[in-house]
Nanobody, 121 residues
Framework: QVQLVESGGGLVQAGESLRLSCAASGSIFRINTMGWYRQAPGSQRELVADITRGDNIVYSDSVKGRFTVSTTNAKKTVYLQMNSLKPEDTAIYYC???????????????WGRGTQVTVSS
């Protein structure tokens, strides 16, 4: 059974930094993409940043230049370094992984349970 476990959320003031981590565990054949989404109250879940197995990275326009996504450990851990945080970054941040359980299954997306990030002005 695949699990994605996030850590690192919290309450900070505007301009400060936070680093989120997400570790994937379980019987995983291959991870194709790992990344971060966020959902603010009353809003839809949106992409923040993701990184593919080939190290292609996509950032939301709203976080470009402030957030950095990275991976390690055969792509089983993904980080999100968030600098110059703004109140509008306040949301629940979800880790996401697109992966295969074995060589014969199709890729599927898995989600973590989320971690709260609150930025006060």
């Amino acid at each position: 059974q695949v699990q994605l476990v996030e850590s690192g959320g919290g309450l900070v003031q505007a301009g400060e930094s936070l680093r989120l981590s997400c570790a994937a565990s379980g019987s995983i054949f291959r991870i194709n993409t790992m990344g971060w989404y966020r959902q603010a109250p009353g809003s839809q879940r949106e992409l923040v940043a993701d990184i593919t197995r080939g190290d292609n990275i996509v950032y939301s326009d709203s976080v470009k230049g402030r957030f950095t996504v990275s991976t390690t450990n055969a792509k089983k851990t993904v980080y999100l370094q968030m600098n110059s945080l703004k109140p509008e970054d306040t949301a629940i941040y979800y880790c996401s992984a697109i992966l295969q359980l074995n060589a014969f299954t199709r890729t599927e997306r898995y989600w973590g349970r989320g971690t709260q990030v609150t930025v006060s002005s």
